[in-house]
């Protein structure tokens, strides 16, 4: 690992996944990690279909929308999709801040896991944010689906504006993905 500046490290093989997880521990205060998941048809015991991404990114809205923004109207977060191995059905891996201290995480677990398709959730506090950054940028840049941004990332930043995660300057993907971030809200709404 080498030294990123402020006693934070990254990859020594220079990887766009560690510049990108290292930045995003960097740019916004994370307070909660989450780890979503969706019944399959199966457990639901119903006539139901799969998930799938759409209606993955659909629920991830809704509980977004029902159970967060209610209790931290401040709240932002940058969620993404991972797909399973074994089964149809996706899952989600995610890093929310601007949440009150007293928020109850186990009434968004319970309000996620009793939702029509929800499933099991992990919601707990972040102890290492470049670990957690770390995890959630393994999958954007596995290209499993666009990323989410909830909330109002862009005003949360804690970072200039000019601080981009170090990498290919020609690399479109991550220009277009830090663009998304401050111009306009991507994949999620604020």
Avoid at 34 to 60: C, K, M, N, W, Y
Avoid at 138 to 160: E, I, Q, S
């Amino acid at each position: 690992m080498a030294d990123a500046g402020r006693g934070h490290t990254v990859c020594a093989l220079d990887c766009w996944p560690c510049h990108l997880g290292w930045w995003m521990a960097n740019t916004w205060q994370w307070q909660v990690f989450a780890t979503l998941t969706h019944r399959d048809p199966e457990e639901i015991g119903s006539s139901f279909t799969h998930l799938g991404v759409g209606g993955a990114e659909r629920q991830l809205i809704r509980w977004w929308d029902h159970s967060v923004r209610p209790r931290a109207p401040g709240a932002f977060a940058w969620f993404q999709m991972e797909a399973h191995k074994a089964r149809p059905t996706p899952h989600w891996h995610g890093l929310v801040g601007g949440v009150p201290s007293d928020l109850q995480r186990s009434d968004l677990w319970a309000e996620w896991f009793n939702a029509p398709r929800g499933g099991m959730a992990r919601i707990e506090p972040v102890r290492d944010a470049d670990g957690v950054a770390l995890y959630v940028a393994k999958y954007v840049t596995k290209d499993m689906g666009k990323p989410w941004f909830l909330g109002n990332l862009r005003d949360a930043r804690r970072l200039p504006s000019d601080l981009l995660p170090a990498g290919k300057e020609n690399d479109d993907r991550r220009s277009h993905l830090y663009n998304s971030i401050t111009t306009h809200e991507v994949g999620g709404h604020a």
